[in-house]
Each structure stands twice: as C-alpha cells, then as structure tokens.
C-alpha cells in the first residue's frame, strides 16, 4: 500500500456505504467493520502489515499526536474523511503492535425524533439552568443524543454554548447560538480547567464531553446551580448508580455537600441502549429520570436505591422506565423478545410487562 491516504479514505467510503458504526485496523489482519452491532471481516481486503498501521497512523495523526502516542502508547483524535463525515479514534498498542479504534460521526447532526427518541427529552434543551446527563456503556449514542439537544438549543434559542471535548466530535455551526468548541489538549490542558473558565466567558449552555474526575463534577454542579444549563455524560447503566457514582467519588466528609448540590440542580438523567432492529440496524431503549420533589428528597436523604420506583410510577410527569421501553419495543415488533430481555436491569419486571 503505497498511498496510505487514499486507501484509508477508501475504507471510509466502505463504513459509510455499509451503514457501519465503526472500523478496527490492526497488524496481522484484514480491516474488521461493526455493522449494526456486529463485528464484521471485510473479506475483500488485504491483511494488514506492521508498516501499513505506521502508514496509517502518519496519515491519522499530527506530528504532536504522533509523538504523543509513541510516548504514552494511548491517543485519542478525530479525522475529518471529507467534506460529509468525521471519525473519532483510538490508537492503542496491542501485543506489541499498534492498532486503531475509529468511530463514524455523521456530518448532519440527526434531531431527537429522527433518533427515535422520546419528546420529553426536548424540555430539556429549552430550560435556563439544571443539570442534565446522559448515561450508558461505551457505542450506545450518548454523544449523538447530547449533539441533538445542542444542535436544538442552536436552532431554537440565542445563547453562549460552549463544548469541552476530548476529542471534538461533532461540528456544529451557529446558527441562532454563539458556539465555541473546545478540544482538551488542544484548545484547553484538561477538562476541569476549561469548565472553571466558563464562570468568565459569559457562557449560558455547556457540554462536557465526559465527567472524569471529582473536580470536574463539583464543578459542573456549581456551574448548573449558578444559573447555567450543563449536559455530560457518565459510563453508567441507569439514575441510581450514575447518582452513586458521583457521590461516591468524593471524599465522605464532602458526599452530604454534593448530595444537597445534586438534589437542588440535577434536572434529569437519560439512560440509553442501541438494540439490534429486526428489520436491521439500531434503536434506543432508554430510561429517563425527571428530577421532581421526591427525587431531590431521596438524594439529600441518601436513599437513591428508591428511585427506580419513582421512574416506574412517574410516566405522567414524563419519566420512562427501561422495562416499559423494552415492553412497547417488542410489541411494536421492532425488537426481538431475546434482545428485551439481554437489555433489561430486571428481566422479572420485564417479564411481568411482556
């Protein structure tokens, strides 16, 4: 392979074409494609060799990147493929050998209903404060879901936002909204730096790709209770655990402090799942969790194991529950009986709702 450029931009063209998710490289074998969830050979191409991943890699990263990578054998970057899509990638090490994750992000950012997600999630792209986060393992579209509310703030309303990312995904361009993208390690030296920032950047909506440390958390809290709107993600499965999980990250002397900051600026958290189509491809099963008196109450009383109740009996104030959304999948004939019951938290409950 002579032109590492445009045979990779051929492999682009096939992920696109294939409606894949995700393209693997690594030394020893053929290029591998996630195609609605399931790993996939492309079987017309080459094995890869130890100088086609270098060939690769000059093509993928910057000099910086590059240096980065050989020093710390991890990098994060994105790849614009085009004028129509991105990639978000990972450069590893594995046995010795350098490998690459990349992962497709659509030029045209896809609204809320075009992602088949549900209308009460709106709502929260027209609130002035609170803090909202959406939550899930790793490929589930917790980036694509946070890009739609933003997109929406940009269409509808006139503010400041501001992105923290690592790296920047999607691209948007202003519209209504003044929007600012910022790239750890680029534009900014972390996470936590760029967010104590925004208290100076006359900043009214904010998005943090990703919650990584206590710092960073505390001051996202302060920043939705000072009058800003901030989104986040977290690696968590649902509104219990995401709520333990930031609680537990903090020292026990700080953990009531952080409770009573959560119960008075959380605004809701917005579970999701891609699940395997029956006529093919993905759709979301989600859970949604609308922070109400009771909710606030649980927190600051430390019983958030009770919230689960709350989501299951709080449909008339919006909120959904992930057994229910798994129950209308299968009834609408839009997901197997085994793929409800592969996603369920309490596959008991599911039962009783099938």
Known sequence: MADYKQK???????IVSQGASDLHLGTGTQPVARVSGTLTPLLTESVIAHEDMQGFIDVLLSADHKKRFLETQEIDFSYAHGDTVRFRGNGYFERGHMAIALRLIPKVIRSLPELNLPPMLESFASREQGFFLVVGPVGQGKTTTLAALIEKINTERTEHIITIEDPIEYIFENKKSLIDQREVRVDT?????????????DVDVVMIGEMRTPETMATAVTAAE????????LHTNNA????????????ANQQDQIRIQLAGSLAGIFSQRLVPRISGGLIPAYELLVTNNAVANLIREKRTHEIQTVIETGAEEGMVDMNRCLADLV??????VESAYS???NPKTLERLL
Do not use: K
Not at 240 to 251: A, E, H, K, V
């Open 331 to 336: 009834r609408a004939g839009e997901i197997s």
């Open 226 to 233: 000072t009058g800003h709107l901030v989104f986040s993600t």
């Open 8 to 14: 990779l931009g051929q492999l682009m063209d096939q």
């Open 343 to 345: 996603r369920s938290w």
């Open 240 to 251: 219990s655990q995401t709520l333990d999980r930031i609680i537990d990250s903090f020292p």
């Open 189 to 201: 030296s972390d996470f936590h730096a760029a967010l104590t920032s925004v208290f100076r950047q």
